[in-house]
């Protein structure tokens, strides 16, 4: 994996080539981190464009991978991010076709690929993780490309004179004609999720560039947006055309498709291991990677001292049943939050997922060893693995026995008291039919009881803060959470839930942060799970093998049989998580305190600062836990006080 950025000027602002040059070079030196290994530029100072690379070598070590890359005909250049695993498949049909090759390196394969197919079909024809930039020559058009499911990041941005795009922001502002504006509505909708929703960004006139989507920019004119791969399409198809096959023939046609995927992404000319929880799914890659491999995988885990949050004996379980060499490190709340002060710097927009402490901490870990680490990210959102799903289901089903109308009159009579008197009629009634803080849970009840439908209640569930209620009079930036016809797409509620996470929270939460951890510090991070023919396979299976009896990821657990005793894997579903509540009243309450002090609230200007104070002392005194909501004000704080 590597770091891509580049711009063109508008004909009638284009610069000198050495002024050109010096804000390609400080676009390229941005993104040092993503690669250590090599970095260049390339510029066309008579059509306006600039390329910049920063090279992280894993496949084809020599000078032949040097990127920016010309093709063999010399029309096309090309600056990307990724591994391509189908590329040995695509160069031989090149070579059958008569194209000749210097390297070995897939970046190579692409550009041929491009000069014989065209963008679209190549792109097509790509089993991968990317993110690309390629200019044509001959008709002066610049052209964006991410993969599938948006593993590798892509940022863009179009203004009069300018159309700039980078694998980080911090790339974007190294450009002297953008000036960054923050976008209060993009703040809103981040206070809600915790991240911001593609396509937006922090920033007005910045865009996140989809998965699976391909930008097309003409010389001096607008771009153009289009799906080679449409994860709403797939889901539609594989929903309307489930298998229809035993439970045995669904775990033999699943395993050989994961032992596949699995074996594609272990190909590498560098050192490569794998992330071990010891859950599920990345118990399910170690097992089939050790499967694939005749010699030791290399795996890696961290533990904390705290029990409730500590995994590393199950990682541990499994890598000594599997026989891997395996490395383990338990962190000191110390070093967990030495990571603290270097988030903003790491995500540089806002981004409130705790888990990227411990994510960046055994990506750390990992690259003392390795250079390319294999992680079992994508299995909850599509074998059904999360909690919310059956939640949801249950919840709803439940309220659904109560009129609408009477679930509003309910409603309206338990708000009719303010929180505080039943707060005091709580201390006249016995304690042990009281619990603390009884009026706020009242309310909350009420609130859940004045949800519509399902849809409502999902959204509840996957939300921190109500924005209205932090940030009066902005509007969030409202996406395809309240897109009505998602409702006639997927009729059945699991697999609007599933749909609706695919392409929100795995991208823009989870697969943004896999990304900027292990790209802090120049590990290749890689998801066999979100091998597009693996989720094409998960989107065609009946609901039956996903939850049955209550157990989650059934399918997927079956497979994971046939290589590890169930007993070593089947225990409560814990996430990757730290201790931040008791970390924020402790080792962190200074740093908290300054950043969510009244006159810094106020100097912020967007939020309702009595209600902050309030749930800070709420959390502070212990008769709360806001431990996620208040990390949502915190990491944006902390961003605005490095680039706001």
């Not at 990317?130 to 044509?136: H, L, M, Y």
């Not at 560039?209 to 391909?214: D, H, K, Q, V, W």
């Not at 799906?227 to 889901?235: G, Q, V």
């Not at 169930?566 to 962190?588: D, H, I, N, Q």
Request: charged fraction near 25%; hydrophobic fraction near 45%; glycine fraction near 6%.
């Amino acid at each position: 994996m590597c770091g891509i950025a580049g711009f063109v000027a508008n004909p009638a602002h284009r610069s000198a080539a050495d002024k050109m040059r010096a804000v390609a070079k400080a676009m390229d030196f941005s993104l040092e981190h993503r690669g250590p290994d090599g970095h260049d530029v390339w510029i066309d100072d008579d059509a306006g464009i600039a390329l910049v690379h920063r090279r992280l070598a894993i496949v084809d070590l020599s000078p032949a991978g040097h990127q920016p890359m010309h093709s063999a005909d010399g029309r096309y250049i090309i600056s990307y991010n990724g591994e391509v695993y189908s590329h040995r498949a695509i160069r031989a049909d090149l070579e059958a076709a008569g194209h000749q090759f210097r390297g070995h390196s897939d970046t190579e394969v692409i550009l041929e690929a491009v000069a014989e197919y065209g963008i679209a079909a190549t792109a097509s024809r790509l089993i991968g993780m990317f993110a690309f930039a390629i200019w044509d020559r001959k008709d002066r058009t610049l052209t964006l490309v991410r993969d599938r499911l948006g593993i590798k990041p892509v940022y863009w941005m179009h203004t009069a004179g300018l159309f700039a795009f980078a694998s980080e922001l911090k790339a974007l502002r190294q450009h002297p004609d953008w000036t960054p504006r923050i976008r209060s509505d993009a703040v809103a909708s981040f206070m809600r999720h915790n991240y911001i929703p593609a396509p937006h960004t922090v920033y007005e006139g910045v865009f996140k560039l989809e998965p699976g989507t391909i930008l097309t920019l003409p010389w001096g004119g607008k771009p153009k947006l289009e799906k080679f791969w449409d994860a709403r399409k797939i889901a539609i198809e594989g929903v309307q055309n489930p298998l229809k096959e035993t439970d045995a023939a669904l775990t033999d046609r699943l395993e050989a498709l994961l032992i596949d995927a699995v074996g594609k992404r272990m190909m590498a000319d560098v050192p490569l291991g794998a992330f071990l929880s010891g859950g599920i799914d990345s118990s399910t890659v170690v097992a089939l990677m050790k499967a694939a491999n005749s010699g030791p995988v290399k795996t890696f885990s961290i533990g904390f001292e705290q029990a409730a949050f500590n995994e590393a004996p199950h990682a541990a379980a499994i890598a000594r049943h599997l026989g891997t060499d395996h490395t383990e490190l338990t962190v000191t709340a110390r070093e967990a939050l030495d990571v603290v002060p270097k988030l903003a710097d790491m995500f540089d927009e806002p981004f409130a997922d705790s888990s990227q402490i411990p994510t960046y901490l055994v990506s750390a870990m990992t690259r003392k060893h390795v250079t390319v680490a294999l992680s079992g990210d994508g299995g909850d959102e599509l074998f059904a693995g999360y909690n919310r799903y059956q939640l949801t289901s249950r919840s709803w089903q439940a309220l659904s026995l109560m009129p609408e109308f009477a679930r509003n009159g309910v409603a309206a009579a338990l708000t009719s008291q303010p929180t505080e008197r039943w707060d005091r009629l709580s201390k006249v009634l016995p304690r042990s039919l009281t619990p603390p803080q009884l009026g706020d849970k009242i309310h909350k009840v009420a609130s859940v009881l004045k949800l519509r439908d399902a849809d409502a209640l999902y959204r509840r569930l996957v939300s921190h803060w109500e924005p209205s209620a932090l940030m009066a009079g902005t509007e969030e930036t409202r996406g395809i959470l309240w897109d009505e016809s998602v409702r006639k797409d997927f009729p059945d509620l699991l697999d609007r839930m599933q749909f609706l996470d695919l392409v929100t929270y795995l991208p823009d939460d989870i697969l943004t942060k896999v990304d900027r951890c292990s790209m802090a510090i120049a590990l290749e991070a890689r998801v066999p799970l979100l091998d597009h023919r693996v989720v094409e396979l998960a989107w065609r299976l009946p609901h039956s093998v996903k939850i049955r009896g209550g157990v989650t990821k059934w399918l997927l657990r079956q497979v994971l049989y046939r290589h590890v005793p169930r007993e070593l894997v089947e225990r409560p579903k814990m996430g990757f998580g730290v201790p931040l509540a008791e970390w924020l009243r402790g080792p962190l309450r200074d740093w908290a305190e300054n950043l969510l002090s009244e006159q810094r609230l106020a100097e912020t200007g967007l939020f309702d600062v009595a209600l902050v104070r309030r749930y800070w002392h709420d959390h502070l005194s212990g008769a709360r836990n806001w431990q996620y909501l208040l990390w949502d004000l915190l990491m944006f704080e902390s961003w605005r006080e490095r680039w706001g």
